[in-house]
């Protein structure tokens, strides 16, 4: 009896697409993870025995830090998603593709602002960038400059809103000055109208005088 066959035209019993799993390596991985583990409780018992705190998790082994704390050049933009709708593009999981704020540095995932911003401020990101928590002092010179940009750039912005203001003001007289010339307007239309209508009375009047010189009493009907 043949066997059956399967809808891409392998047996129905065949199972060789399934991913093979190789149990040595995930049998070494989980030794080592014990190893580690065992070697952490050995630490902790021996930091308990001197009085210090144990310690939660293995610790990483991050470079000793060589610069001290730089200001951050560009903006965070934490605001830059703000009453947006984002579609998930990794659904239950960890990575950019969740909602909210993702350290690169870190590959942490944080929901809020909050969070995001005491991460990149704290001892444990800017030891992954090789950075101290000292800021670096800075020189009579240095503040000098800085004073005089500050300066600079306090003039531009006092120049830019003056200008701004002159035009706002004479935008402000221009249209005063159209809705002015406008109201002149309809009034000389409408003293035009009555001189035009008083001129009509005045002729109608004299046609009427005319007809009572010449006899005729008026066009109306006799009856009564």
């Known amino acids: 009896m043949a066997d059956k066959a399967g809808a891409y035209g392998t047996k129905a019993g065949d199972t060789d697409f399934r991913k093979k799993w190789d149990k040595e390596e995930y049998a ?7 190893d580690e583990e065992r070697e952490r409780m050995q630490e902790n018992e021996e930091r308990m025995k001197q009085g210090k705190k144990p310690r939660k998790g293995q610790k990483e082994d991050l470079p000793k830090p060589t610069e001290l704390m730089k200001r951050r050049e560009g903006s965070l933009e934490l605001d830059k998603n703000l009453n947006k709708t984002m579609v998930v593009q990794n659904p239950g999981g960890r990575g950019p593709g969740q909602p909210g704020f993702f350290c690169e540095t870190c590959g942490r995932n944080y929901k809020d602002s909050v969070g995001y911003l005491d991460h990149i401020n704290s001892r444990a990101h800017l030891r992954k960038l090789g950075q101290t928590t000292r800021v670096e002092r800075s020189t ?8 005089a940009y500050l300066r600079e750039k306090t003039k531009e ?18 249209k005063e000055a159209a809705r002015r010339a406008e109201k002149k307007a ?12 008083l001129a009509k009375d005045s002729a109608m009047g004299g046609d009427d005088e005319m007809a009572k010189l010449m006899g005729f009493g008026g066009f109306g009907s006799t009856k009564k």
């Open 140 to 147: 009579l010179e240095q503040v000098r400059a800085r004073i």
């Open 28 to 34: 070494e991985r989980a030794r080592k993870k014990d």
């Open 157 to 174: 912005a006092s120049n830019a809103k003056s200008f701004d203001f002159d035009q706002r003001l004479a935008d402000v007289k221009a």
């Open 186 to 197: 309809q009034k000389q239309a409408q003293k035009e109208e009555a001189r035009f209508a």
